[in-house]
């Protein structure tokens, strides 16, 4: 007997269901990582949009609790890509959009805690060294006054491990055919 059988319209049917299934799963595991790696400004904001009427107090009630164990009549409103920024942000690509589109951002506090305005926090950004913390509430408030980033424009490049001496970013240990050197080291290189 087999398992399963292509030409069987039984078996092609219950494979499509649990396909779904296994898709709906993994998006759910996803928004509750995405959720966990969120700054709790952006928790704060996700939640608001939810609902005009009652998101301060969704946001309120909910910003401290596991996106699992959110009612599904809010996470089902809510978009959590629009709101997961990358793991590092760029504070001078951030300073950078800020000023070229210091026109949609409006006047006034932009950043409460520490009486920033607009042009405090472009300069706090260019000049200070402020916290992914800091970035994160920046950002939230942005989305709040109703202006859009694209975070890919903002996101901090990754930092690569190269080697310097020689150039070509490859172990100099090595021989070339993938194997490590007999060399005095021991075959290992620390990238020191």
Same mark, same amino acid.
């Given at each position: 007997m087999k398992i399963f059988d292509f030409k069987n319209p039984k078996h092609v049917q219950i494979l499509k269901e649990e396909l779904v299934r296994a898709k709906r799963i993994l998006k759910e595991y996803n928004e509750n990582e995405m959720w966990n790696n969120m700054p709790e400004p952006l928790r704060r904001v996700a939640l608001a949009s939810a609902d005009d009427d009652m998101g301060p107090d969704f946001a309120d009630e909910y910003a401290d609790m596991d996106w699992m164990r959110i009612p599904d009549t809010i996470t089902n409103r809510i978009n959590l890509s629009d709101y997961a920024l990358p793991k590092r942000v760029s504070?001078?690509?951030?300073?950078?959009?800020?000023?070229?589109?210091?026109?949609?951002?409006?006047?006034?506090?932009?950043?409460? &805690?520490?009486?920033?305005?607009?042009?405090?926090?472009?300069?706090?950004?260019?000049? !200070?060294? @402020? /916290?992914?913390? %800091?970035?994160?509430?920046?950002?939230?408030?942005?989305?709040?006054?109703?202006?859009?980033?694209?975070?890919?424009?903002?996101?901090?490049?990754?930092?690569?491990?190269? &080697?310097?001496?020689?150039?070509?970013?490859?172990?100099?240990?090595?021989?070339?055919? !993938?194997? @490590? /050197?007999?060399? %005095?080291?021991?075959?290992?290189?620390?990238?020191?």
């Amino acid at each position: 007997m087999k398992i399963f059988d292509f030409k069987n319209p039984k078996h092609v049917q219950i494979l499509k269901e649990e396909l779904v299934r296994a898709k709906r799963i993994l998006k759910e595991y996803n928004e509750n990582e995405m959720w966990n790696n969120m700054p709790e400004p952006l928790r704060r904001v996700a939640l608001a949009s939810a609902d005009d009427d009652m998101g301060p107090d969704f946001a309120d009630e909910y910003a401290d609790m596991d996106w699992m164990r959110i009612p599904d009549t809010i996470t089902n409103r809510i978009n959590l890509s629009d709101y997961a920024l990358p793991k590092r942000v760029s504070k001078s690509k951030l300073a950078d959009w800020m000023s070229s589109n210091r026109t949609k951002l409006g006047s006034g506090i932009l950043y409460p &805690d520490a009486n920033h305005s607009v042009d405090g926090v472009i300069k706090f950004l260019q000049q !200070g060294n @402020p /916290s992914q913390y %800091y970035i994160a509430k920046v950002i939230a408030e942005l989305i709040e006054r109703g202006v859009r980033i694209n975070f890919k424009d903002i996101e901090d490049a990754p930092k690569m491990d190269v &080697d310097i001496s020689s150039g070509t970013g490859m172990d100099p240990y090595s021989m070339p055919g !993938g194997k @490590p /050197s007999a060399g %005095y080291m021991g075959g290992k290189w620390t990238g020191d």
